[in-house]
């Protein structure tokens, strides 16, 4: 049975005069959400005529980055369970981005490695993330994006 295609949903742009907000202009889970709603919109943007999602470029790039990787071993640097891990795999394959092989260390586990297919989506998913990383960061000076990215790494590590 093949899955629905992973629908991609923005959240609603800032509006000029949706200022005041209350109390909850002090909740930090708000803040991040909006801008994690924000983020995700330019993100989309920016990928829409490539047609890969966050999660698809990351496997690639984490592929990319260690040549027979373990699916196990992608889940664990993605946080991500192995179901979830394994439809993503799934799809790239289905597109040709990857393909999958057996360990020459342990024979239980497979490797993932890109296809030349994979390897020139990574490379166009390549420059658009620096074209999104280049808004990104155009909001801030080099110190406030190391302080950021440092801040937001006390969250999910």
Do not use: C
Not at 43 to 71: G, N, R, Y
Not at 90 to 118: C, I, P
Not at 135 to 148: A, G, I
């Amino acid at each position: 049975m093949t899955r629905p295609k992973e629908i991609l949903v923005p959240t609603t742009p800032h509006v000029e005069g949706d200022e005041d907000i209350g109390e909850i202009k002090n909740i930090v889970g708000f803040h991040i959400r909006l801008a994690h709603g924000a983020v995700y919109r330019h993100f989309t943007e920016t990928f829409s005529d490539l047609d890969l999602t966050q999660k698809q470029v990351s496997v690639l790039w984490l592929v990319d980055d260690h040549p027979d990787i373990a699916q196990t071993g992608l889940a664990k640097r993605m946080r991500m369970d192995r179901a979830t891990t394994m439809a993503i795999i799934n799809r790239l394959q289905k597109r040709g981005y990857l393909v999958r092989g057996k360990s020459k260390t342990d024979g239980r586990k497979q490797t993932l490695n890109l296809t030349d297919e994979g390897r020139t989506a990574l490379a166009s998913a390549k420059v658009a993330i620096q074209e999104h990383e280049n808004w990104l960061k155009s909001r801030f000076k080099q110190k406030e994006v190391d302080l950021l990215i440092e801040l937001l790494s006390k969250i999910h590590e």
